[in-house]
């Protein structure tokens, strides 16, 4: 008696069948990724990637928050951006066989889903709406390089906040400027390369100035117009009022 064929859980398949990544492939094709996928549970502070190590598999972000982290050479860590739900990380690695480029840490408990490098590198080679995709991606990723380099090289740590600030504002139904899920002062500090303690006074600053308020789980930034001119290099003045 021949065995009987492996199927994917319908949990899993749901799971990738709703990956924005994936939109678009037909059932075969969803089926065959979920037969090598698989879920992990990440609890706050655990890391899922470390720098340096080579990358088996490319990770989906299902629930809960990551942070993608770098270090200097002297050990000092930078934050590089945030994922959420739905983001897929890892590719870099996936692609070039090379060492991971960063470290991912969890920010609060999260559930990932991991795929093989080789059902991966398959999807890149056979299937033209991912590859579409993930060049977009990658393009994006370069773009925020530059503009973290750019957030770096201020030599004010106030503009610093704003700029980050600036650029974590959208624009909420209605038309309200806010920034959600804000990231901690100590996420922040670790983003723009300072202390917490330096990121809480120049967040003071600006909610005493009503330019920004907090909202239970998120920022109102009430002048949009005058954070953005605080974040731009040498249009702040933290005396000014």
Known sequence: MSPAPVTASDEVLNAVSRLSLFEGLDERALRQIALSAEFKTLEKQDCVIHKGERGAHLYFLLMGRLQVIDSTEDGQEIGISFLKPGDYFGELS???GLPRNA???ATSKSKILALRRAVALDLFHHQPLVVERVLKK?????????FQ???LAMPSVSRRVCAMLNHLTVIA???LSVINDVPTQQQLAIMINTSRETVSRSMKSLMERGII?????RLIVRKPEELQLASQLGKYDENAH
């Open 213 to 217: 308020e907090r909202d239970y789980q």
């Open 94 to 96: 996936v692609i070039d």
């Open 149 to 151: 380099r750019i957030i």
């Open 103 to 105: 470290s991912v840490v």
């Open 138 to 146: 990658l393009a994006n990723t370069v773009r925020h390089s530059a």
């Open 173 to 175: 139904p209605g038309g």
